[in-house]
């Protein structure tokens, strides 16, 4: 199993920007695909990003341009750089790591951290 915590977030003015952690620990990092998630009050959660262990990445069209997921596996560490942030990207971000062993998925969560952008 892995453990996941997310640091970072907080209240930012629109258009301002933030950089998002999410620290690994209790497996090997590398193998695991990481992504980020958000959920917004009364909503689903949704995909924001996510990054393969090879270190390709896939984002969400409508925030393709303002997010970049990164990792670094030497710190067990992947990142979410938010920019140009809007009062609709306030929401709470969960880290998430994926791992499919034999066509079995399994997810691993952090508690989330909340990121609000208001003025």
């Known amino acids: 199993q892995v453990q996941l915590v997310e640091s970072g977030g907080g209240l930012v003015q629109p258009g301002g920007s933030l950089r998002l952690s999410c620290a690994a620990s209790g497996s090997i990092f590398s193998i695991y695909a990481m992504g980020w998630y958000r959920q917004a009050p009364g909503k689903q959660r949704e995909l924001v990003a996510a990054?393969?262990?090879?270190?390709?990445?896939n984002y969400s069209d409508s925030l393709k341009g303002r997010f970049t997921i990164s990792r670094d596996n030497a710190k067990n560490t992947v990142y979410l750089q938010m920019n140009s942030l809007k009062p609709e990207d306030t929401a709470v971000y969960y880290c998430n790591a994926q791992r499919t062993i034999l066509a079995v998925r399994y997810d691993y969560w952090g508690q989330g951290t909340q990121v609000t952008v208001s003025s």
């Open positions: 990054i393969t262990s090879g270190g390709s990445t």
